[in-house]
T-cell receptor, first 116, second 116 residues
Framework: GAGVSQSPRYKVAKRGQDVALRCDPISGHVSLFWYQQALGQGPEFLTY????????KSGLPSDRFFAERPEGSVSTLKIQRTQQEDSAVYLC??????????????FGPGTRLTVL | AQSVAQPEDQVNVAEGNPLTVKCTYS??????LFWYVQYPNRGLQFLLK??????LVKGSYGFEAEFNKSQTSFHLKKPSALVSDSALYFC??????????????FGSGTRLQVQP
């Protein structure tokens, strides 16, 4: 399959635990995005990478959220000391980058995080 | 700031009838506009986008959308609905210009229910 993949698909954490969510973008895609989708809502932007550089992290809700893409491919979103309000679906998307007109973002299936 | 409004939480249509899902947007400059569809427990699937040029955009699965600059709208349409079109539809916008702001802003979604 040539699409965006995410793992795990489902994650249950106790409040206060740390979690790590993984995203494998489409091969060759320069840009990578993370979004948070609360139940019944549209996705909301968290952060954006161009290759390994994190160019926009304006959507991260607190300093408990951290994302990295050290080699410009796979990305990890880490949430420290999880809270119940972190329960949501975390979506990863990738795109060709700024040179592609309109630069369509292609989404993975998401990771559903439930914090108890 | 950019925003998207999807005024209808749910649209009901009979199979074989035409469907319209409404979207209006607000950006400071010129927009890139997108429609995505989400099936249960799956990520967002790209349907179509408006970049420039012809105001009528054709996309996947027989869907099309009409860009109307004066009304700042980008309504999704299909001439003949199928039961399998039943899903959650999201409109999204990004400013063409901007200094590196590449995140999409999504509407809250419209659930399309096609009755047999």
């Amino acid at each position: 399959g040539a699409g965006v993949s995410q793992s795990p698909r489902y994650k249950v954490a106790k409040r206060g635990q740390d979690v790590a969510l993984r995203c494998d973008p489409i091969s060759g895609h320069v840009s990578l995005f993370w979004y948070q989708q609360a139940l019944g809502q549209g996705p909301e932007f968290l952060t954006y990478f161009q290759n390994e550089a994190q160019l926009d992290k304006s959507g991260l809700p607190s300093d408990r959220f951290f994302a990295e893409r050290p080699e410009g491919s796979v990305s990890t979103l880490k949430i420290q000391r999880t809270q119940q309000e972190d329960s949501a679906v975390y979506l990863c998307a990738s795109s060709l980058g700024a040179r592609a007109v309109g630069d369509t973002q292609y989404f993975g299936p998401g990771t559903r995080l439930t914090v108890l | 700031a950019q925003s998207v409004a999807q005024p209808e939480d749910q649209v009901n249509v009979a199979e074989g009838n035409p469907l319209t899902v409404k979207c209006t947007y607000s950006v400071s400059g010129n927009p890139y506009l997108f429609w995505y569809v989400q099936y249960p427990n799956r990520g967002l699937q790209f349907l179509l986008k408006y970049i420039t040029g012809d105001n009528l955009v054709k996309g996947s699965y027989g869907f099309e959308a009409e860009f109307n600059k004066s009304q700042t709208s980008f309504h999704l349409k299909k001439p003949s609905a199928l039961v399998s079109d039943s899903a959650l539809y999201f409109c999204a916008v990004r400013d063409k210009g901007g200094t590196g702001r590449r995140a999409l802003t999504f509407g809250s979604g419209t659930r399309l229910q096609v009755q047999p």
